[in-house]
């Protein structure tokens, strides 16, 4: 009696160790599958959006918006056309080249090798069912992902906030994805972030954090086949010989 018992002991310790470990990787799947859809996804080649950009500090609070030109090579063109609602008449033009956008999903990936990401169960982001994932990076960063909403259809980022520090300035974050014609992009990125306030004793609110916040709304995007060369020439220069 006596061994039949431990042997059923035995069995059910067994099918709890299996169960276990089934439902790991279970938890485990999503994460995997989003790496791969990531790796899958491709920036659009020319892209045209507007954005909002908010500023908020102890002061003041600015809001600009800008219209961005983007081609396939990293050229951009940045137009900030109002600020505070006011037209800016010329727009104030920015041209410059950088090969990765840094608002794109791919820069905000989890790796496994520079994370480790415990499943914290399934909840709705804006209106999207998500798998949700909290995240530790690997080793201390200046930037780093704190928790992970991956779609439960596309298996696509559609929430990640952040920490962030720097300048002598730390806090933290969130930005939101969504899809736009045949691409994942980003809809907001909102942050927010503390400086040590004034040490001296006569001054009001001597060591209280001096707190900043910081906002950029995407909108209105366009991905035409090609832009003209000519868009990424600043206001002034002469065209490359040939155009």
Same mark, same amino acid.
């Given at each position: 009696?006596?061994?039949?018992?431990?042997?059923?002991?035995?069995?059910? &310790? $067994?099918?709890?160790?299996?169960?276990?470990?089934?439902? %790991?990787? +279970?938890?485990?799947?999503?994460?995997? !599958? @989003? *790496?791969?859809?990531?790796?899958?996804?491709?920036?659009?080649?020319?892209?045209?959006?507007?954005?909002?950009?908010?500023?908020?500090?102890?002061?003041?609070?600015?809001?600009?918006?800008?219209?961005?030109?983007?081609?396939?090579?990293?050229?951009?063109?940045?137009?900030?056309?109002?600020?505070?609602?006011?037209?800016?008449?010329?727009?104030?033009?920015?041209?410059?080249?950088?090969?990765?956008?840094?608002?794109?999903?791919?820069?905000?990936? &989890? $790796?496994?090798?520079?994370?480790?990401?415990?499943?914290? %169960?399934? +909840?709705?982001?804006?209106?999207?069912? !998500? @798998? *949700?994932?909290?995240?530790?990076?690997?080793?201390?960063?200046?930037?780093?992902?704190?928790?992970?909403?991956?779609?439960?259809?596309?298996?696509?980022?559609?929430?990640?906030?952040?920490?962030?520090?720097?300048?002598?300035?730390?806090?933290?974050?969130?930005?939101?994805?969504?899809?736009?014609?045949?691409?994942?992009?980003?809809?907001?990125?909102?942050?927010?972030?503390?400086?040590?306030?004034?040490?001296?004793?006569?001054?009001?609110?001597?060591?209280?954090?001096?707190?900043?916040?910081?906002?950029?709304?995407?909108?209105?995007?366009?991905?035409?086949?090609?832009?003209?060369?000519?868009?990424?020439?600043?206001?002034?220069?002469?065209?490359?010989?040939?155009?």
């Amino acid at each position: 009696m006596h061994k039949r018992a431990c042997a059923i002991a035995l069995i059910l &310790v $067994s099918i709890g160790l299996t169960t276990q470990i089934a439902l %790991g990787a +279970t938890r485990l799947r999503p994460l995997e !599958t @989003y *790496r791969s859809a990531l790796a899958r996804v491709q920036p659009p080649p020319n892209v045209v959006f507007e954005y909002l950009e908010t500023r908020i500090g102890p002061e003041r609070v600015v809001t600009e918006k800008h219209l961005v030109y983007r081609n396939r090579s990293g050229d951009e063109r940045n137009e900030t056309v109002a600020v505070n609602g006011s037209a800016v008449v010329p727009a104030f033009v920015r041209i410059y080249h950088r090969d990765a956008w840094p608002y794109d999903a791919s820069q905000f990936a &989890v $790796s496994a090798d520079a994370y480790a990401a415990t499943y914290a %169960g399934t +909840t709705i982001v804006g209106g999207r069912r !998500t @798998y *949700r994932y909290a995240v530790v990076a690997a080793s201390p960063e200046a930037f780093a992902i704190t928790d992970l909403f991956i779609d439960v259809d596309r298996y696509l980022p559609v929430k990640e906030s952040f920490s962030v520090s720097g300048s002598g300035c730390s806090g933290s974050g969130e930005i939101d994805f969504a899809p736009a014609a045949a691409y994942w992009m980003p809809l907001e990125i909102k942050t927010t972030c503390s400086t040590p306030g004034p040490s001296t004793s006569d001054v009001a609110g001597a060591n209280k954090p001096v707190v900043y916040r910081e906002s950029i709304v995407f909108g209105n995007y366009r991905f035409p086949t090609a832009i003209p060369s000519e868009i990424f020439v600043a206001p002034g220069a002469a065209a490359p010989a040939g155009e």
